[in-house]
């Protein structure tokens, strides 16, 4: 029979394993490690290998492959849009998402209404709002044709999707669209931690609008906008639906982003080799560009 020092050692153990931050989110780290490095691993010894179309591997090419890419004009042509898709789609939806969370935040008859509507287009599939948006920009018989002749704006159908000044112009507005319900719902996460008692001191300190916005919303959802940032780079980085069901990365391959690219590479030229070490270029990309952005956001939060 144990002695009771040992079994108050053993407890005080057991107290300090519960209340370790390490210990709590080990279960899910393991989780997500088994998640993502096995396809990682997998996806590696595809890279590194010569493979046929129906994915037999053949023999070992080291980087051959990755250097394939990177002689391809296509993949800088897509590297390059796929920078201003990023960058548009998520620069945009913030800037719209900001002043339309704060009208939202307010008091008003009909607010929870109001935060319905905005979310609802959050609720439908991403595909779906795609084939709707190629539908209403049809260049004979769209509804966008439509609507703007019958108010003046066109005096002739504009082919939106057939030619690429408009279509990836176009595209990237449908992503806007569709990232700011997300966007919203995070700025309103943190407009409903800001306390009232700022606003009411700056208000009868004779602030205007736009001061007690730059001085005091501003700063203090200055980590929000960090988390919609990192968030939305990810999902539109990797958002496959809107560009492939509205042109196929057309036309002429002028819509073409590295997401589009890599499924034509695997399963429309069979390519599977040069496909895999696309991939592990995009997961390279991506997480150096995430942790880039955290590291310089929590330096600016210690300055």
């Known amino acids: 029979m144990p002695d009771p020092v040992s079994r108050q050692g053993l407890a005080q153990m057991n107290r300090s394993l519960l209340v370790n931050p390490y210990v709590l989110i080990a279960p899910g780290f393991i989780l997500a490690a088994l998640i993502i490095l096995w396809p990682l691993a997998s996806i590696t010894n595809i890279a590194v290998h010569d493979v046929n179309r129906f994915g037999v591997l053949r023999d070992y090419v080291g980087f051959e492959n990755f250097q394939v890419i990177f002689a ?16 548009g789609i998520v620069a945009g939806s913030i800037i719209v998402s900001i002043p339309v969370a704060m009208i939202l935040n307010a008091d008003f008859y009909g607010r929870g209404l109001a935060r319905v509507i905005i979310m609802l287009p959050w609720a439908i599939s991403l595909t779906m709002t795609a084939i709707v948006w190629a539908w209403a920009m049809n260049g004979e018989s769209g509804m966008l044709n439509s609507g703007l002749r019958a108010i003046g704006v066109l005096d002739r159908n504009i082919q939106w999707l057939a030619q690429a000044s408009t279509a990836f112009p176009m595209q990237i507005l449908i992503g806007i669209l569709v990232t700011i319900p997300f966007t919203i719902t995070i700025f309103l996460g943190g407009l409903s931690s800001v306390p ?36 939305n780079t990810i999902y539109v980085f990797n958002s496959f639906p809107i560009i492939w069901v509205t042109t196929q990365g057309g036309p002429a391959k002028s819509t073409d982003i590295l997401v589009t690219y890599l499924y034509k590479l695997g399963f429309q030229y069979g390519r599977l080799d040069d496909a895999s070490a696309l991939s592990i270029l995009m997961f390279v990309l991506l997480l150096a560009f995430t942790l880039l952005y955290v590291r310089l956001a929590m330096r600016e939060e210690k300055a």
Do not use: C, H, S
């Open 72 to 87: 391809d004009p296509e993949f800088l042509g897509a590297l390059r849009r796929t920078a201003i898709w990023v960058f």
């Open 196 to 231: 009232d008692d700022l606003y009411e001191a700056a208000r009868l300190e004779g602030a205007n609008g736009w001061q007690v916005f730059r001085e005091i919303t501003l700063p203090l959802l200055k980590p929000f906008v960090n988390i919609a940032v990192v968030m």
